[in-house]
């Protein structure tokens, strides 16, 4: 029995199989279209369609993407930033072991012991001034002078040491003179420096993060009509997000932003629709980067 022609067939066979495969291999997955509707509901109002604004289809999250940015512009840790202070080291080491850095904030004396009060300047010298003037009774004066720091050095540390414990012994007395001592710290704040970092930084994201979200991670944008429908075809399956960047939508008394995930399976349309539910309150969103 001639069995020639029944194997040709067969790896005829197997050949074909294997060439369709590698075929179907090389192939693309049919790209798959994603329509939305944006919507917005102000307070006590219908919802609106968002008209005529412009949605931006990434391949990344934009909120991992402020996040990226943030990390290549670091706010310096909490100690860095006190130690840059033009202030005494007495002062840079209480601040660092205290939460606190507005030194002008109503019950700052309540974070204050007598000893910090007599060995941080800053502290001394705001206590002196928000009891100067005779307006506290008893309060001890001082009887150095700064001349004796040189004349007559062992005369000045004497009397300093003296003032200094009798001042410990009425404050401990008196712990209500170290009221107000914060109305006389203003020159030696740093919590207005901190904040101009911090919104320094703020500011630096919101204004980089749009530009490496277009640059690096934009697969398309479109505009909505004025039913507030946008419609985007020819996207390969995979993960989106749908994006406002950092503009605002509003309607009302409503200003939203979005970072909406989609999954665009192959060949199919998804829908979605963009709401209040799955949208930031854009004045929260502004306050982080």
Not at 23 to 40: C, E, K, S, V, Y
Not at 43 to 65: C, D, G, M, N, W
Not at 252 to 268: F, K
Not at 273 to 283: I, K, M, P, V, Y
């Amino acid at each position: 029995m001639n069995t020639v022609p029944k194997r040709v067939g067969i790896a005829a066979f197997f050949c074909l199989a294997t060439g369709l495969a590698s075929l179907q291999a090389q192939t693309p997955p049919a790209p798959g279209t994603l329509n939305f509707l944006a919507r917005i509901t102000p307070t006590a109002a219908r919802p609106e369609p968002v008209r005529q604004f412009t949605f931006y289809i990434l391949s990344k999250s934009y909120a991992e993407i402020a996040k990226e940015v943030e990390s290549d512009d670091v706010v310096p840790p909490r100690d860095a930033f006190i130690d840059t202070l033009k202030v005494s080291p007495e002062l840079k080491a209480w601040l660092k072991a205290h939460e606190i850095l507005d030194l002008t904030m109503p019950g700052l004396d309540k974070a204050l012991t007598p000893d910090d009060v007599l060995h941080t300047p800053e502290f001394l010298l705001a206590y002196q001034r928000s009891n100067s003037g005779g307006v506290t009774n008893g309060i001890p004066k001082p009887h150095y002078a700064d001349k004796d720091k040189t004349e007559n050095p062992a005369k000045y540390k004497k009397q300093y040491d003296e003032y200094l414990a009798a001042l410990k012994k009425f404050i401990q007395a008196h712990p209500e003179t170290m009221s107000g001592m914060e109305m006389e710290l203003d020159a030696a704040n740093p919590e207005r420096k901190w904040k101009q970092i911090e919104s320094d930084h703020r500011k630096k994201v919101q204004r980089i993060a749009p530009e490496v979200a277009q640059t690096k991670y934009l697969v398309t944008k479109t505009d909505t009509d004025l039913d507030g429908h946008a419609t985007v075809t020819g996207l390969a399956p995979g993960t989106y997000w749908i994006s406002t960047l950092n503009l605002d939508a509003a309607a009302g008394d409503a200003r939203l932003r979005w970072d909406v995930q989609v999954t665009m399976p192959p060949g199919q349309a998804v829908r979605t629709e963009l709401t209040n539910l799955n949208g930031l309150d854009a004045r929260a969103a502004s306050a982080t980067p």
